[in-house]
């Protein structure tokens, strides 16, 4: 059969990969993940908590889904504001994506 088949030699050293060469290539694919995906995610999560945090009565702010308000109460977990003249709604603090300068809303 050995005229079809050529018989394997077995050759010196240079025929396997080291563990490193296997893992690097692992290991800088995970390193560009965390710098361009996962740290960014985490610092903007953050400012955002510190933003939620600080929101106090008489703030102008916006919420995820685009209503333009004045905080007239803060509670643990819930903000009062006030959207129009006679109009209050609740939202959750979570909710607000954008602190406004004061005097942006005129007749609130």
Same mark, same amino acid.
């Given at each position: 059969?050995?005229?079809?088949? =050529? @018989?394997?030699? %077995?050759?010196? @050293? +240079?025929?396997? %990969?080291?563990?490193?060469?296997?893992?690097?290539?692992?290991?800088?694919?995970? +390193?560009?993940?965390?710098?361009?995906?996962?740290?960014? &995610? &985490?610092?903007? #999560? *953050?400012?955002?908590? =510190?933003?939620?945090? %600080?929101?106090?009565?008489? @703030?102008?702010?916006?919420? =995820? +889904?685009?209503?333009? #308000?004045?905080?007239?109460?803060? @509670?643990?977990?819930?903000?009062?504001?006030?959207? %129009?003249?006679?109009?209050?709604? *609740?939202? &959750?603090? =979570? #909710?607000?994506?954008?602190?406004?300068? !004061?005097?942006?809303? !005129?007749?609130?």
């Amino acid at each position: 059969m050995s005229f079809f088949i =050529n @018989d394997a030699m %077995a050759q010196g @050293d +240079g025929g396997q %990969a080291g563990t490193l060469e296997l893992i690097l290539p692992l290991l800088l694919m995970f +390193g560009i993940f965390y710098f361009l995906l996962i740290r960014p &995610q &985490q610092k903007k #999560a *953050k400012e955002h908590k =510190n933003m939620v945090t %600080a929101l106090k009565k008489g @703030d102008e702010i916006i919420t =995820n +889904g685009g209503i333009l #308000a004045k905080i007239i109460d803060v @509670d643990e977990s819930f903000l009062t504001c006030k959207i %129009a003249e006679n109009v209050e709604i *609740k939202v &959750q603090s =979570n #909710a607000v994506s954008t602190i406004l300068p !004061k005097g942006t809303i !005129k007749k609130l």
